[in-house]
């Protein structure tokens, strides 16, 4: 199955910087594009950016445009999101989502899959 491993979490002072990485791994993988959402306590799960599979594109929620960079590595299927000038309202649980094609070891052809990572926790606090 695939494994979603993210990192890079932590408490921080408004005005810090974090970067979160995640990583995939467990099939072969094709096409897939990849995003992180968040959830604060109360709050329903929320997308805060994600990219296609080229990179070429990308979409950030309002609240993070101009603070936040998503990025990935295909060759490590990684991705990235680089946090800046972190906020109190960015405090939450924060989820790496894959989903596209792959192959598993027993799989005779590529499937379509979607999956979440662990969650790391980001809170930013004075």
């Not at 990583?23 to 805060?48: C, I, N």
């Not at 295909?74 to 989820?95: G, H, I, P, R």
């Not at 596209?100 to 979607?114: A, E, I, N, T, W």
Request: proline share 3%; net charge neutral; aromatic share 12%.
């Amino acid at each position: 199955q695939v494994q979603l491993v993210e990192s890079g979490g932590g408490e921080v002072q408004p005005g810090d910087s974090l970067r979160l990485s995640c990583v995939a791994s467990g099939h072969t993988f094709y096409t897939y594009d990849m995003g992180w959402f968040r959830q604060a306590p109360g709050k329903e799960r929320e997308l805060v950016a994600a990219i296609i599979w080229s990179g070429g594109t990308t979409y950030y929620v309002d609240s993070v445009k101009g603070r936040f960079t998503i990025s990935r590595d295909n060759a490590m299927n990684t991705v990235y999101l680089q946090m800046n000038s972190l906020k109190s309202e960015d405090t939450a649980v924060y989820y790496c989502n894959v989903r596209g094609y792959s192959r598993g070891s027993s799989d005779p052809l590529p499937k379509v899959f979607d999956s979440w990572g662990q969650g790391t926790q980001v809170t930013v606090s004075a």
